[in-house]
């Protein structure tokens, strides 16, 4: 915890310095007496909360390069056709999970010949038992699967064309839940045992039900695979997750001609005269290898970005290759005909990934299957339902602002009415937290809706904010990649009549540029504990930049499937932006209210123009205070 007292070092405004110090000291001490009460963790239930706004840390550096494929965790480990970037999946429940691995080698060039996908064996060998400390029949079961190859095909002069090694998928089903097993990958019809993975392990999911959580689910979006991405993949293998939710934008294969050579933070800039977005597409291959150590033990559920588009043939006909063809995920198994949205439960929790460079609109086929996997959802199996899409329809910076309003006007109202806990995106490359919120407006029974696109990738850290003066975009900026553009002027509020606010936005809690990757951890059917790291904090201790318990209330807000109006709110959201107390206490002054009329006073009276360096340092101190205690506004 900062010490206020120590920033008051040089001299200043006298006025404001006694006053602020004394105000400063006074607040103090209710800070510690609050915190050994609360454990010092602030809920959702003391929000809405005033916004907040860590600046970028000058001291850091904007991004970096991309690691090359030369280096040992990129290259290839194995020789074919032993299996590599071998990658779990969760199913739609813990009894079951898909097992992905490649063999053979990919190839870049001209008048590529494919690889024929049939002609490896796709084989599990799985069982509770290890074969390092059992006997030659630790494996109780094997299950098999297919295996595809796709390649990437650029029908340009000049430009080369790419054909991936064999993908094999395979579902383990009749799993027991929160089990290990032990498992070899590959085909065993090869002599040697050459053709098989060396010994792996995975625990299972929970079981579906309210009584049990996944331990804890990592959260990371826009991840790349620069320096930046490499210290954001190493803390999250220090907190050990259950499971791992990568929000889209995972490769930026497609920051690369397709002769390779170095990746560029902007393509249309390095290359104007480029016929067509190119990839590199042995970058995807690089990913998996690196990212192989987690993804061979822990489920990895992605759900697809923009740099997932990666056009190809002519004039781009043909999208999505390489993601719909390297990834498993449960599209069947929850009633979805496509990898583009899918959804799929871990103990506790119903998880629905959502695609936002598919149709989103009402009458198409995506949003009927949301309704009816909204409509399934059993509240009591699966208290928390948790989503995620790529880019936000909530987000204060600059980058992307209001990019995919049609998709938010769209789709917003069936999931409040679904009561949605957590909505989950990245696309924008920084970090944002936002107060409960539906339709613009401070909501009890809204989402909390976060950004976590600070994965770190080689386009770089967003660090303007639409309402930073100048910073506003302007109506020809962020058009999306797919579907309609939506801005609107907001219809009430400060911002009322403007695209963009002149201040960090009410809905907006807490926004910060750093990377980082964060930790969901439920611990019952009403409390999950957030947690975002950042790559800058040593690991360990206070390494946390933001945490705060999501408290779920489904007692006031009561699932209404059929109609907003229903509920106590009218359809254009609650009235009341504050919790309203259904104790009907009248309204009594908190020692934290007392001292945020207090500072709004000082703040008054020491006016903009007299703010010294000092005074700044001190207003920066504040923030910290507001950010680690904020129940004390
Ligand atoms: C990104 O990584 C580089 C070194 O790899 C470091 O200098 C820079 O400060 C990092 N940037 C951020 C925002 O963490
Ligand atoms: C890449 O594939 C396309 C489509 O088959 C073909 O037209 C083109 O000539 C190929 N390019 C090379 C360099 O082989
Ligand atoms: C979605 O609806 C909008 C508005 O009706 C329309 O402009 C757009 O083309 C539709 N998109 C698709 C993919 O159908
Ligand atoms: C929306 O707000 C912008 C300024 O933020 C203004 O220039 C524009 O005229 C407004 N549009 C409408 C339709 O009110
Ligand atoms: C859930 O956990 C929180 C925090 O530990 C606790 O205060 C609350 O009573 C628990 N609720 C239930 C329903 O167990
Ligand atoms: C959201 O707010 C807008 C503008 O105030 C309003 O026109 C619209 O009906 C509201 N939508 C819902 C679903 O309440
Ligand atoms: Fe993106």
Redesign the pocket.
């Known amino acids: 915890m900062p010490t206020p007292s120590s920033t008051v070092a040089d001299g200043g405004n006298r006025h404001c310095h006694s006053t602020l110090a004394l105000a400063l000291s006074l607040l103090v001490v209710p800070c510690f007496a609050l915190l050994a009460e609360s454990g010092g963790i602030p809920t959702t239930l003391d929000g809405p909360f005033p916004p907040v706004t860590r600046a970028f840390d000058r001291s850091l550096r904007q991004g970096s390069d991309d690691v090359p494929l030369t280096d040992p965790r990129l290259a290839p480990r194995v020789q074919p056709p032993a299996p590599e970037q071998i990658a779990l999946a969760a199913s739609a429940d813990a009894d079951s999970l898909w097992v992905s691995w490649v063999t053979g080698r990919a190839q870049v060039g001209a008048n590529l010949a494919p690889l024929d996908p049939a002609s490896v064996r796709s084989e599990v060998w799985y069982g509770e038992r290890s074969a390092l400390d059992a006997d030659a029949d630790a494996y109780t079961h094997v299950a098999r699967g297919s295996a595809e190859v796709y390649s990437q095909l650029y029908p340009y002069p000049g430009l080369l064309n790419y054909t991936s090694g064999a993908i094999h998928h395979v579902r383990l089903r009749g799993l027991r839940p929160a089990t290990r097993y032990y498992y070899r990958c590959g085909d065993s019809s090869i002599p040697g045992g050459g053709g098989l993975s060396e010994e792996l392990s995975f625990t299972t999911l929970p079981a579906t039900g309210a009584g049990s959580y996944p331990r804890r689910v990592a959260v990371v979006g826009d991840l790349g695979l620069t320096g930046n991405s490499t210290a954001t993949v190493d803390h999250l293998a220090h907190n050990d997750p259950s499971l791992v939710l990568m929000v889209g934008d995972m490769t930026y294969a497609n920051q690369y001609l397709t002769t390779g050579g170095k990746g560029v933070p902007c393509f249309s800039c390095a290359f104007p005269d480029a016929p067509i977005r190119e990839s590199y597409q042995p970058r995807w291959d690089g990913w998996g290898r690196f990212m192989e150590p987690i993804t061979s033990k822990i489920p990895l559920m992605v759900i697809e970005g923009n740099h997932e588009i990666e056009p190809q043939g002519h004039g781009g006909a043909v999208t999505f290759a390489s993601y719909l063809a390297r990834f498993a995920v449960p599209s069947k198994e929850s009633g979805s005909n496509t990898k583009f949205y899918y959804s799929f439960n871990a103990g506790g929790i119903h998880f629905i990934m959502l695609g936002a460079y598919v149709d989103y609109n009402r009458t198409g086929a995506q949003y009927s299957w949301l309704e009816n996997d909204l409509h399934r959802v059993d509240r009591q199996a699966t208290p928390w339902v948790v989503a995620a899409w790529h880019p936000p329809w909530y987000n204060s910076y600059s980058s992307h602002y209001q990019e995919f309003e049609c998709m938010r006007q769209e789709m917003?109202?069936l999931m409040?009415k679904h009561r949605v806990d957590i909505v989950f995106s990245g696309h924008v490359h920084a970090y944002e937290r936002m107060n409960r919120v539906?339709?613009?407006?401070l909501d009890p029974c809204g989402p909390v809706y976060i950004s976590i696109g600070d994965g770190g990738n080689i386009e770089k850290i967003d660090i303007d904010h639409a309402d930073d003066p100048g910073k506003c975009p302007s109506p020809g900026d962020n058009h999306p990649e797919f579907g309609g553009v939506c801005h609107l002027n907001f219809?009430?509020g400060p911002a009322k009549g403007k695209f963009c606010w002149d201040r960090q936005p009410e809905w907006s809690a807490y926004r910060e540029s750093s990377f980082g990757h964060g930790i969901l951890e439920v611990v019952n059917s009403t409390y999950a504990l957030w947690t975002w790291h950042r790559n800058q904090d040593a690991y360990g201790e206070n390494s946390m930049g933001d945490q705060i318990y999501i408290v779920r209330q489904p007692e006031k807000c009561l699932l209404q499937p059929t109609s907003?109006s229903s509920l106590n709110c009218?359809?254009?959201?609650c009235p009341s932006p504050m919790s309203s107390d259904s104790s009907g206490a009248l309204p009594t002054f908190t020692s934290g209210q007392l001292f945020q009329k207090i500072f709004v006073i000082i703040l008054f009276v020491c006016d903009r123009s007299k703010r010294t360096k000092w005074f700044s340092h001190v207003l920066d101190q504040l923030a910290l205070l507001r950010l680690h205690f904020p129940f004390l506004w």
């Open positions: 917003e109202e409040y539906f339709n613009y407006t219809t009430s907003a009218s359809p254009g959201g």
